[in-house]
């Protein structure tokens, strides 16, 4: 039964992708239908229940991205695409004092962003949260392509002593190049599970995988599986380390939701790397496409380890600013599909509050990001939910606290057209011809990324 209930939290995981056009729908037993149907009942329950503690009886509907002819249907019309232009100040105090120092900004405003983050849109991860045990599963020799890999299968044994009904075994495997002279730069993708009957998409006929780009450059590569962490949906909140820590009960409106469970294991998988030799803890780097694009932009907004971010196709609740009316907006995410991703109060931004009414943007997600060099990428066809243009907008609003803190920024303002690589400062952006895939940008992430890691 726990083998099928994880089948079907994957399965959850994978029919938002299939949205995009990136597999077909595989089929299900009888009883994974069972399964699914009660996961919806129980996830429903819980949004409700989060609803009651807000004190919320209705919510504005989201934007229908299916049918173009809907009431609801989603905008794609940039005349109406930003309805509350104005965004927050990164660089503006609470006090209504300008940040005019690199010094007042980690000392002061980093601290009040990162406050307004934790209450109101992603959650407080605890303190004192349970430590993690690592544990090497198996060591092989392999071929991934032309280049010879050690590849470790790792467990990371989070400890249940405080509610033993709850078990967490976060899944991580590390692959580095046999011929490396020392410990090597590694970038780790949060990574998607597929059932039976799904892929990924996969790379051009006679390209090489991103794993393999890597490896030419002498890097090694990481792969974490979020869902060994934090289940993707409502129903899974009481289980994973959301539910350990809550001791299986129900969430309140400021604790954390899934994006950042998910960056918390990110992290404990950085400890790991700290203690293998093989590995460049100074230079490991972040990947992850569509709802891992936004897990991976706030891994590294609170980790400042983190050397690197590709951040792919993030979109609503990743690098897409909240208040743009373009694909998907907030009121998708505060509903019972995605609410799960952030903390109970930023639901309340889909009524009674109003998106300006946010205390902060994603250019500010962006900006804690800074002074490290991060990569906001996306497609074009097919990849219109995520607002490509919300996210080039959100980094180019950034560019005033990488500037501050000694660093570049975009490099321009004005939208570039498909295609065009802007890897000349620290913040970078490309649009590639494809859809919702994070593929055709690897090439060009990996020279922007060359200029800061480099294989001993």
Avoid at 121 to 133: D, H, M, S
Avoid at 393 to 412: E, F, H, S
Wanted: charged fraction near 25%; proline fraction near 7%; charge should be positive.
């Amino acid at each position: 039964m726990k083998t099928l209930k994880k089948l079907i939290w994957s399965y959850a995981v994978s029919m938002a992708f299939l949205s995009a056009g990136n597999a077909q729908q595989p089929r299900r037993t009888p009883e994974q239908d069972s399964l699914f149907a009660k996961m919806q009942r129980d996830t429903r329950a819980d949004h409700q229940q989060m609803l009651s503690q807000l004190g919320i009886t209705t919510l504005r509907q989201g934007a229908n991205g299916s049918d173009p002819k809907a009431p609801n249907a989603a905008n794609y019309d940039e005349s109406k695409a930003n309805p509350y232009p104005e965004l927050p100040d990164p660089l503006t105090l609470k006090n209504g004092k300008k940040v005019k120092s690199a010094q007042v900004w980690w000392d002061s405003r980093r601290a009040e962003i990162l406050e307004d983050f934790d209450q109101e849109v992603y959650g407080r991860t605890p303190a004192n949260l349970p430590k993690v045990k690592w544990e090497l599963m198996s060591a092989a020799l392999e071929k991934n392509g032309e280049f010879a890999v050690v590849t470790k299968k790792l467990i990371g044994r989070v400890d249940n002593a405080s509610f033993r009904d709850i078990k967490v075994d976060i899944q991580l495997t590390l692959t580095t190049p046999v011929e490396a002279k020392g410990p090597v730069p590694v970038m780790m993708e949060l990574s998607f599970v597929f059932p039976p009957g799904m892929r990924p998409q996969a790379p051009p006929a006679n390209e090489p995988t991103w794993q393999q780009q890597l490896l030419a450059k002498g890097w090694g590569y990481a792969v974490i599986i979020p869902t060994s962490i934090q289940a993707d949906n409502g129903a899974g909140l009481k289980s994973g380390i959301i539910g350990l820590v809550n001791k299986g009960n129900h969430r309140k409106p400021d604790d954390w939701g899934a994006l950042k469970a998910w960056a918390w294991g990110a992290s404990r998988a950085l400890d790991y790397f700290e203690t293998d030799p093989a590995v460049d803890a100074k230079k490991v780097g972040v990947e992850g496409h569509s709802r891992y694009g936004k897990a991976a932009l706030v891994t590294m907004a609170y980790d400042q380890r983190f050397a690197i971010g590709y951040i792919s196709s993030s979109g609503e609740g990743g690098a897409k600013l909240h208040r743009r009316n373009a694909g998907e907006i907030v009121e998708n995410v505060a509903a019972s599909g995605e609410y799960h991703w952030m903390a109970g109060n930023f639901i309340k931004y889909a009524g009674p509050l109003q998106w300006k009414d946010l205390p902060v943007d994603s250019h500010e997600l962006i900006a804690l990001c800074a002074p490290r060099p991060v990569f906001i990428g996306a497609g074009d066809k097919g990849d219109g939910w995520v607002d490509v243009k919300g996210m080039f907008m959100a980094a180019d609003a950034a560019g005033p606290v990488y500037r501050l803190l000694g660093k570049k920024d975009l490099g321009t303002s004005e939208f570039p057209a498909i295609e065009t690589s802007l890897i000349s400062g620290e913040i970078a952006f490309r649009q590639h011809k494809g859809g919702h895939t994070p593929a055709p940008n690897w090439p060009v992430f990996i020279d922007f990324a060359s200029r800061y890691f480099q294989a001993k």
